[in-house]
């Protein structure tokens, strides 16, 4: 049940010997996304062993290169070693001019589809959905077309409180409707179970109802990330993102350079706490870090003096949110 993000490519547009440029790897549930894919991105998912064929889908902010480049060496690789399977890159649709590139130069031995699909948006949207997780995009405020993304894990399904199985003798199919979200209505005069889902619900008066409020639970607090990079700060965006577990924004500068972040489109770690604190985010994760620190002290200062609960991106650090399981204490 792991639901955690890996930061590998932890600089701004300028790498520095100890920094590539923006590169993420989230791993929900067995699934594993890339999240922007700078330059040596393929590098540094080797030297943390992140399995290449793993990676089912690339979601790419905007097409700045240090968000972008290092897909050419990634895909080609990812030829080489065989790959069949699919991979969708989620893109904003400039990205169509490098998909035909794509195609024509490394397309032509490779045994796997690239799927792109382009994301627009003025405010948040579903862009995709598995069983147990949905994804959204929402714009952001940079100097190009630019997407963060939040996944949120769906509510799970409802556990039935084990101690009432007994006393009230539910079958097998009144705990899968149970579990379902169904209320079970027994008939009085027959004692047949009948459910909701059926349509043949019976007055009050002549059934027992028993409700999934009161027989079930829900076994854990569904979770939630959402990456924003690179972006200005702008009222919105906390709302979009109310109550997540953990947020990844960018903080390129300290405070002392706030006209160049403002100038350039980027946030300042005052800022991106801002954005976490607004937002009643568990924990924030910094990075996209411009290359003038060589020291990131004062960064992680003055985003603490904001929100507690910032941290710095470093190079193959994994960021863990952990289930939150509730009690079945009935
Ligand atoms: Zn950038
Ligand atoms: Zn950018």
Same mark, same amino acid.
């Given at each position: 049940?792991?639901?955690?993000?890996?930061?590998?490519?932890?600089?701004?547009?300028?790498?520095?010997?100890?920094?590539?440029?923006?590169?993420?790897?989230?791993?929900?549930?067995?699934?594993?996304f890339?999240?922007?894919?700078?330059?040596?991105?393929?590098?540094?998912?080797?030297?943390?062993?992140?399995?290449?064929?793993?990676?089912?889908?690339?979601?790419?902010?905007?097409?700045?290169?240090?968000?972008?480049?290092?897909?050419?060496?990634?895909?080609?690789?990812?030829?080489?070693?065989?790959?069949?399977?699919?991979?969708?890159?989620?893109?904003?649709?400039?990205?169509?001019?490098?998909?035909?590139?794509?195609?024509?130069e490394?397309?032509?031995?490779?045994?796997?589809?690239?799927?792109?699909?382009?994301?627009?948006?003025?405010?948040?949207?579903?862009?995709?959905?598995?069983?147990?997780?949905?994804?959204?995009?929402?714009?952001? +405020?940079?100097?190009? &077309?630019? !997407? /963060?993304?939040?996944? =949120? $894990?769906?509510?799970?399904?409802?556990?039935?409180? +084990?101690?009432?199985? &007994?006393? !009230? /003798?539910?079958?097998? =199919? $009144?705990?899968?409707?149970?579990?379902r979200?169904?209320?079970?209505?027994?008939?009085?005069?027959d004692?047949?179970?009948?459910?909701?889902?059926?349509?043949?619900?019976?007055?009050?008066?002549?059934?027992?109802?028993?409700?999934?409020?009161?027989?079930?639970?829900?076994?854990?607090?569904?979770?939630?990330?959402?990456?924003?990079?690179?972006?200005?700060?702008?009222?919105?965006?906390?709302?979009?993102?109310?109550?997540?577990?953990?947020?990844?924004?960018?903080?390129?500068?300290?405070?002392?350079?706030?006209?160049?972040?403002?100038?350039?489109?980027?946030?300042?770690?005052?800022?991106?706490?801002?954005?976490?604190?607004?937002?009643?985010a568990?924990?924030?994760?910094?990075?996209?870090?411009?290359?003038?620190?060589?020291?990131?002290?004062?960064?992680?200062?003055?985003?603490?003096?904001?929100?507690?609960?910032?941290?710095?991106?470093?190079?193959?650090?994994?960021?863990d949110?952990?289930?939150?399981?509730?009690?079945?204490?009935?």
């Amino acid at each position: 049940m792991e639901f955690k993000l890996i930061t590998l490519g932890i600089s701004s547009a300028s790498p520095t010997v100890n920094r590539f440029p923006s590169a993420h790897v989230l791993k929900v549930r067995g699934r594993s996304f890339l999240i922007d894919c700078g330059e040596g991105a393929q590098l540094l998912m080797k030297r943390y062993g992140i399995n290449f064929n793993g990676i089912s889908d690339i979601f790419l902010s905007h097409l700045h290169g240090d968000h972008l480049y290092g897909i050419f060496g990634l895909l080609s690789t990812m030829s080489l070693m065989g790959r069949t399977s699919p991979i969708n890159i989620f893109a904003p649709r400039g990205f169509s001019r490098i998909m035909e590139f794509l195609n024509s130069e490394i397309g032509k031995d490779k045994q796997y589809e690239i799927n792109f699909i382009p994301v627009e948006c003025r405010s948040p949207y579903f862009i995709e959905e598995f069983s147990n997780l949905t994804i959204e995009a929402f714009p952001l +405020k940079h100097r190009v &077309e630019t !997407y /963060g993304y939040m996944f =949120r $894990e769906k509510q799970p399904d409802r556990n039935v409180h +084990k101690s009432l199985i &007994e006393p !009230y /003798g539910l079958t097998l =199919r $009144e705990i899968a409707s149970l579990k379902r979200g169904e209320n079970v209505i027994r008939n009085v005069e027959d004692g047949k179970p009948v459910t909701e889902a059926d349509g043949s619900g019976k007055d009050a008066a002549f059934a027992n109802v028993l409700t999934t409020d009161v027989f079930t639970y829900r076994p854990f607090e569904p979770r939630s990330f959402a990456y924003c990079s690179d972006t200005a700060r702008f009222n919105e965006l906390p709302l979009w993102i109310k109550g997540v577990n953990l947020l990844y924004h960018e903080a390129t500068f300290t405070s002392e350079m706030d006209g160049k972040a403002e100038k350039t489109f980027h946030s300042t770690a005052a800022e991106a706490a801002a954005c976490a604190r607004d937002a009643g985010a568990g924990k924030l994760v910094m990075g996209h870090f411009s290359s003038r620190y060589r020291d990131l002290s004062q960064i992680l200062k003055e985003a603490r003096e904001v929100f507690p609960e910032s941290y710095l991106a470093k190079e193959g650090a994994e960021f863990d949110i952990p289930l939150d399981k509730v009690q079945d204490l009935r």
